[in-house]
T-cell receptor, first 113, second 113 residues
Framework: DVKVTQSSRYLVKRTGEKVFLECVQD?????MFWYRQDPGLGLRLIYF???????EKGDIPEGYSVSREKKERFSLILESASTNQTSMYLC????????????FGPGTRLTVT | GENVEQHPSTLSVQEGDSAVIKCTYS??????FPWYKQELGKRPQLIID?????GEKKDQRIAVTLNKTAKHFSLHITETQPEDSAVYFC????????????FGAGTRLFVKA
């Protein structure tokens, strides 16, 4: 059974802080994704990673960066958090050799005050 | 860019009735269409998917239809039950843009007992 975990379920940060969101998957999946989920907007892709040390911008990368130093871990970084980054952040992973289904983590609800 | 529109945003049905959620996509190269169910406070989970070489797929009380010519696909839930209450997301994935999957904005389904 695929397991995708995220470091925090709830996080409160101040404007201007540097924020790290961690995602770990235990199924040796090559692809990993970061989405943000906002009411009425669905899931929007921030960044994705084909494999270790590889990353591609999604649809809304501004204000974010990512790091994938190890296959199982994909980190989302908010260099200087702003209030408009208050959202639910979802990580997902996928093994392209086994199909196209993405497996999601439980989400991190980030509030920036 | 690629876009997926989903309607309605909210749907309320009586237990036992059918529910239909419709999505349209813009990228004619899209070839995989998953549907995710997200219960309150939980992660999105794949419930059914369809590929572009198939017009319809059924799994017990849920079915998905695809009209490639019109570029729309629909989720049908029959004999709805209170536990079907959740947010449902459609998505489309194509051959362009790498591994990107574009999600609809979501439909909040309420099943009244």
């Amino acid at each position: 059974d695929v397991k995708v975990t995220q470091s925090s379920r709830y996080l409160v940060k101040r404007t201007g802080e540097k924020v790290f969101l961690e995602c770990v998957q235990d199924m040796d999946h090559e692809n990993m994704f970061w989405y943000r989920q906002d009411p009425g907007l669905g899931l929007r892709l921030i960044y994705f990673s084909y494999d270790v040390k590889m990353k591609e911008k999604g649809d809304i990368p501004e204000g974010y960066s990512v790091s994938r130093e190890k296959k199982e871990r994909f980190s989302l970084i908010l260099e200087s958090a702003s209030t408009n980054q208050t959202s639910m952040y979802l990580c997902a992973s996928r093994d392209p050799g086994q199909g196209v289904e993405q497996y999601f983590g439980p989400g991190t609800r980030l509030t920036v005050t | 860019g690629e876009n997926v529109e989903q309607h309605p945003s909210t749907l309320s049905v009586q237990e036992g009735d059918s529910a239909v959620i419709k999505c349209t996509y813009s990228d004619s190269a899209s070839n995989y269409f998953p549907w995710y169910k997200q219960e309150l406070g939980k992660r999105p989970q794949l419930i059914i998917d369809i590929r572009s070489n198939v017009g319809e797929k059924k799994d017990q009380r849920i079915a998905v239809t695809l009209n490639k010519t019109a570029k729309h696909f629909s989720l049908h839930i029959t004999e709805t039950q209170p536990e079907d209450s959740a947010v449902y997301f459609c998505a489309a994935r194509g051959n362009t843009g790498g591994f990107k999957t574009i999600f609809g904005a979501g439909t909040r389904l309420f099943v009244k007992a």
